[in-house]
């Protein structure tokens, strides 16, 4: 189990210090476009560890979804709103917040730490090949190391996906659609006067929204 | 056995970006910027969800990050729909801008 390579330990290291950098320069830079940039290098280094974990699958979304389209989301709305400004973050109106944000991390890290400490020697115990309890079956992650198929991951994941979660997996979608809606609803300039004619739904935004306008 | 690297290594540095991103969200005004740390936060689970299921060899766990995904996408549209409403009606605000909520 402790057989890992060098190059396994290389990989692990620089991805880590992708990750925990690209964290830190989130917090730290002062423009919120250099933080944007940040969490495009944490995002990648997740990236590479999924793909050292041989999730194949969710590295190559974790790429598209959160380094493509969400920090690109991100950028967007900081540019067209003009805040892409440094901001002074010596500035602070509550003296003790930042030392007891600081006490919570530390205690929370120390937790969770004393939790896989604890935990460690039972994650490594448990067994490694889990059988079906039906067909008696080795079960388990088919990776492309193991079997040689190189969309083992693939594949596994999406017939799980498609059979086991399929009803939630339905249920995203509706969730999508309402997040779109209502992020089209939310941000939308009402005119004043338009949408009176249009029926009640319309009408009763429109009136809403101007009534909780300043 | 597929990842050599022992799985609590990877739950460290989970815990330890969910840490960082916590301590940004508590101290950071921006709201940009706190949105910011709580995807770091949320790719903190991630990574933990990807190493127990290598670990363990159940490919539940990665379908779990699908579905974090999914979630953290529609969140984040929602999100950056509130806050580009607030700061269209308050450039420059800050989250202690907005402790009366009022437009």
Redesign the interface.
């Known amino acids: 189990m402790s057989d890992a390579t060098f190059i396994e330990y290389v990989v692990f290291f620089a991805a880590s210090v992708m990750v925990l950098g690209g964290a830190i320069g989130v917090i730290a830079f002062r423009n919120p476009v250099h933080s944007a940039l940040g969490l495009v290098l944490t995002l990648f280094g997740v990236a590479v560890h999924f793909v050292a974990q041989e999730a194949h699958f969710l590295a190559a979304v974790q790429v598209i979804v959160y380094a493509g389209a969400i920090v690109v989301l991100f950028l967007f709305v900081i540019m067209l709103l003009g805040v892409d400004k440094a901001q002074d973050l010596s500035i602070e109106p509550i003296p003790i917040q930042r030392p007891l944000a600081g006490v919570m991390a530390v205690g929370l890290f120390g937790l969770v730490l004393a939790a896989i400490v604890r935990s460690g020697d039972a994650i490594g115990s448990i067994a490694l090949q889990p059988i079906d309890p039906v067909t008696r079956e080795p079960i388990g992650l088919e990776t492309a190391s193991q079997t040689g198929n190189h969309d083992a991951n693939i594949e596994s994941l999406a017939r799980n996906l498609y059979t086991d979660h399929v009803f939630a997996f339905e249920l995203t979608s509706v969730l999508l659609i309402v997040a779109v809606a209502g992020t089209v609803l939310l941000t939308r300039r009402w005119p004043k006067g338009v949408g009176e004619d249009l029926g009640d739904e319309a009408s009763t935004a429109t009136s809403s929204r101007s009534g909780s306008g300043s | 056995?597929?990842?050599?690297?022992?799985?609590?290594?990877?739950?460290?540095?989970a815990?330890?970006?969910?840490?960082?991103?916590?301590?940004?969200l508590?101290?950071?005004?921006?709201p940009?910027?706190m949105?910011?740390?709580i995807?770091?936060m949320l790719?903190a689970a991630?990574?933990t969800f990807?190493?127990?299921?290598?670990?363990?060899?159940?490919?539940?766990g990665?379908?779990a990050?699908?579905?974090v995904?999914?979630?953290?996408?529609?969140?984040?549209?929602?999100g950056?729909?509130?806050?580009?409403?607030i700061?269209?009606?308050r450039?420059?605000a800050t989250a202690?801008d907005l402790v009366e909520l009022?437009?």
Request: hydrophobic share 60%; with cysteine.
């Open positions: 056995m597929i990842a050599a690297i022992e799985p609590t290594w990877y739950l460290t540095l815990a330890l970006l969910f840490s960082i991103g916590a301590f940004g508590l101290v950071r005004r921006n940009l910027v949105f910011m740390c995807e770091l790719n991630n990574l990807v190493a127990l299921a290598t670990q363990l060899g159940d490919i539940n990665q379908t990050v699908f579905f995904l999914v979630v953290a996408a529609a969140e984040v549209v929602v950056l729909g509130i806050i580009v409403s700061l269209r009606r450039p420059g202690d009022k437009g």
